[in-house]
């Protein structure tokens, strides 16, 4: 089986994450396991957040991408927005599949879509037992093995981009 991304996108989050690159220049997020707006994904310019050591890459959302678009390439820096989570949020979410989707609100107060009327939400997935036995054979990028050059191989198969949420997490019993 292949190895299922632990990060994708709606097509709404990616049309704002496009948005704020136009206007910030190169992006990163960062999930962590904080209250409040600690606890929504935040968006910095590249670099502005300071990624710790034992902080892991979830993946590198590809701003070229559309919904269904495949890819195994990773981006040139100005399309690529580097996907983060703490440590220990890490470890209580390993077995679930972040999907990262935009929806109308006020976004968290250092984010950057803070003023767009739109704000970053983390939906989840849990991943099939087969899913997980696959990612379990492959270690995640932590925040020290990136500072040492290492970089993640992108072997997933499934489309970054989803049009909606529905069909990165779908309910189940409905069709």
Not at 14 to 36: E, I, K, T, V, Y
Not at 74 to 83: I, W
Not at 116 to 126: A, I, K, S, Y
Request: hydrophobic share 40%; aromatic share 6%.
């Amino acid at each position: 089986m292949p190895v299922p991304r632990r990060v994708r996108a709606t097509a709404a989050a990616m049309d704002l994450l496009r948005r704020l690159r136009d206007a910030h220049g190169p992006l990163m997020l960062h999930q962590s396991g904080g209250c409040c707006d600690g606890s929504a994904p935040m968006c910095y310019p590249a670099g502005e957040f300071i990624i710790g050591d034992r902080d892991v890459l979830l993946g590198v959302l590809d701003l070229r991408l559309r919904a269904g678009d495949p890819s195994l390439t990773l981006p040139d820096p100005e399309d690529a927005v580097q996907v983060w989570i703490s440590g220990p949020q890490f470890d209580a979410w390993r077995h679930t599949q972040l999907v990262l989707d935009a929806v109308p609100g006020r976004g968290a107060g250092f984010s950057l879509e803070a003023p767009e009327g739109m704000r970053f939400l983390t939906r989840g997935r849990v991943f099939a037992p087969a899913e997980r036995s696959a990612l379990e054979a492959s270690e995640p990028t932590t925040g020290a093995a990136w500072e040492q050059g290492h970089r993640p191989t992108l072997t997933a198969t499934e489309p970054q981009v989803v049009a909606h949420a529905i069909d990165a997490c779908p309910i189940p019993g409905r069709t």
